[in-house]
């Protein structure tokens, strides 16, 4: 089975549109890209760039975004810079946006950060009464183990970095929740880019592991952090990918009739 993001429900096709007069536009107005929210535009975004329709370095052309989502250019702008403060897009002045290109070198030093860092945020956890906190924890599994079942890609990487990010929030240092949230971000790019699409994220069984070793307060919890982002790190296919002759019409009407 192929991962192609998020599932739909299954939809009847709409009733003919009134008298409505746009001729030129209606193919796209039929795959239903039109008239999306900002949120479902960034989503749709990430969602290609998860599913490896649109590798780093490609352009993503205002005009032509604002025309296939039907978004004005201050709503698409808008997208553009939350993605660009996520470290999935770059702006620049001349060129326009771009999905970001991290290279192998920059993933692997993220990598190796984030190895330091969250072996400390765990180290530091366990010095701490979290409890309650720890028990929220498997709430948080549940939702990713919903996202593993249906194969939604964009969830898992979603879910499983929000999992680190709330380890980091039970240890109460805001410098290092800080920190760990750039380099999730930065992280979340790495694994959408350099992942085979039939791979998956953060696997639940790993997180359970690491929650019953808090659980215990285990000393072990913090070489199994560090394990668990060596594994995530080899699962990694760290070479470059290029954008050439990508048609972003062709990836986002095309991915509007996925069954
Ligand atoms: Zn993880």
């Known amino acids: 089975m192929t991962s192609r993001g998020i599932r739909k429900p299954a939809r009847r096709t709409p009733p003919p549109a009134p008298a409505a007069k746009a001729p030129a536009r209606l193919p796209l107005a039929r795959g239903g890209s039109r008239g999306l929210s900002t949120e479902a535009v960034h989503e749709r975004i990430w969602n290609a760039i998860v599913e490896h329709s649109l590798p780093p370095e490609t352009r993503l052309v205002e005009s032509e975004l604002c025309d296939i989502f039907g978004l004005g250019r201050t709503r698409l702008r808008q997208v553009l810079q939350q993605l660009a403060h996520e470290h999935v897009v770059t702006l620049q002045r001349n060129r326009g946006a771009t999905v970001a290109r991290p290279t192998p070198g920059e993933a692997r030093e993220v990598f190796a950060a984030r190895r330091i860092l969250e072996g400390g945020i765990v180290q530091t956890l366990l010095g701490r009464s979290a409890r309650q906190g720890l028990r929220r924890l498997h709430e948080h599994l549940l939702l990713e183990e919903d996202a593993w079942r249906t194969g939604d890609r964009r969830a898992m990487l979603k879910l499983s970095g929000e999992f680190h ?83 972003l019409r062709t990836i986002f009407t095309r991915s509007e009739h996925v069954p």
Do not use: F, K
């Not at 760990?180 to 971000?185: A, E, G, K, M, V």
């Not at 808090?214 to 913090?222: H, I, K, R």
């Open 165 to 247: 990010l709330r380890i980091a929030e039970l240890a109460g240092n805001a410098i290092l929740l800080g920190l760990l949230r750039d380099l999730i971000s930065r992280s979340s790019l790495i694994i959408a880019v350099y992942q085979s699409p039939t791979m998956r994220p953060c696997p639940p069984d790993a997180h359970r592991e690491l929650i019953g070793l808090l659980e215990q307060g285990s000393p072990a919890a913090v070489d199994a952090m560090v394990h668990h982002i060596d594994h995530v790190v080899a699962d990694l296919r760290l070479e470059d990918r290029r954008a050439s002759g990508i048609d």
